[in-house]
Structure formats: C-alpha cells, structure tokens
C-alpha cells in the first residue's frame, strides 16, 4: 500500500528561524510529489518535483527531492507569523487516474 | 482563469439525515474531479475521483456516493449521514495528464 509519512507532525518556532519539513514515502512506480501549503480552507499549491537533487524554490521557500532515498524536505527560511499552516505532501504514482496520497501534514506555528 | 467553488461552506446535520455537498468547476473543460475528506488534524483522504461524466470512482467503502452529472460538476452523497462523516470535505481538480489538483474552499460538515 502507498504510503507517506510527515514529520514532524507539529512545530513551533519564532519569526526570523528557519525550518526543515520533512517528507518520506513508499509508492510503487513514483511519478512525482507535491507540497501544498493549507491555512484555514483550501490547500494552496506551493511545488512539485519529479527529479532528484534539482531544487525548487519560490521566495523564502525551496524544496529538494532524493528518489534513492525516498524523501523530500520543504525549507523555509526567514519565517515571518503568515507562514503558520499545516504544510502537506502527497505523491502521485504512475498508476490509474492522477491519484494523490497525501501525508498526515505538518503544523507548523511561527510565534512572534 | 479556472475557479472552484463548493457550496454549502458549513453544514450541521443530524445523523440519519440525508447530504449533498456540490462542487462546480469554471473556466476549464473535462477535468478530472475529486473528493477528499479530512479528518480534525489529519490529511487528506480521497474518497471519489471522475474522469468523465458519468464515470465515478471509489476509493474508500463508506456510506457515502458521488455523482457526475456534467462535465463540471460534482456531487457528494449520503443517504443516511453517520457521526463519522463529520469532518472537512474538499473538491479537487486537475488536468488530464498533469499532477497538480487545485481545491476548492471546503465544507465544514458536523453530524450530531
């Protein structure tokens, strides 16, 4: 069964840190993983990666994929109270329609 | 430019109660369409996906039904409502042949 695992599930740091969200799995035939960014609603998409070692970034957050060893991590540096979310991951495989399993998502409480 | 929109945004029925949560999709023809839920603290659990009118998936077994009765709208049913099926419920769309779903505001559904 596909499987994807946050960690940690809940954070809380001050304004100005930097934080590490971490994103593993285990799905056959990976196709390629998502991060989104979900405030009081609707989840927002932030990236997706599908090969390894090429960074993603977008202002103050980046991302980078490791397919040997099945993880993804989500930076945010400089973090500022708008950031507080719970940050999500999920992973398409190559199967079937364009299914998404998602992990349990991270919390993440910037205090200032 | 593709909007979604979800309606009602909160719900609060008793259980054995029937629902209907609808989901409408603009500016885009033949998306693939989703339902998840998600529980208090959790991720996202798919629980439906369309590919075409008419054609509905299952992912999980459960009391619950979908419907695509054109090409962009979606439906989401329950006969007889369970306290378990409170929880947020967010309509999803994509592209055919792309990975990244777009989600809709959610509703908030409470059974007592």
């Known amino acids: 069964e596909d499987k994807v695992v946050q960690s940690p599930l809940s954070l809380v740091v001050h304004e100005g840190d930097t934080v590490t969200l971490n994103c593993s799995y285990e799905?056959?035939?990976?196709?390629?993983l998502l991060w989104y960014k979900q405030e009081k609603k609707a989840p927002t998409f932030l990236f997706m990666l599908?090969?390894?070692?090429i960074e993603k970034k977008s202002g103050r957050l980046s991302s980078i994929l490791d397919k040997k060893e099945l993880f993804s991590i989500l930076n945010i540096t400089a973090t500022q109270t708008g950031d507080s979310a719970i940050y999500l991951c999920?992973?398409?495989?190559?199967?079937?329609?364009?299914?998404?399993?998602f992990g349990q998502g991270t919390r993440l409480t910037i205090n200032p | 430019s593709q909007t979604i929109h979800q309606w009602p945004a909160t719900l609060v029925q008793p259980v054995g109660s029937p629902l209907s949560l609808e989901c409408t999709v603009e500016?885009?023809?033949?998306?693939?369409l989703y339902w998840y839920r998600q529980a208090a603290g959790r991720g996202l659990q798919l629980l439906f996906y369309?590919?075409?009118?008419?054609?509905i998936s299952s992912e999980v077994p459960q009391n619950l039904s979908a419907s695509r009765p054109q090409d962009r709208q979606f439906i989401l049913s329950s006969k007889k409502l369970l306290l378990s099926d409170s929880g947020f419920y967010l309509c999803?769309?994509?592209?055919?042949?792309?990975?990244?779903?777009?989600f809709g505001p959610g509703t908030r559904l409470t059974v007592l």
């Open positions: 999803a769309w994509s592209i055919e042949r792309t990975d990244t779903q777009y």
């Open positions: 369309s590919v075409g009118i008419g054609q």
């Open positions: 500016g885009t023809s033949n998306p693939n």
């Open positions: 799905v056959t035939n990976f196709r390629s």
């Open positions: 999920a992973v398409r495989a190559h199967w079937g329609a364009q299914k998404l399993v």
């Open positions: 599908t090969s390894s070692g």
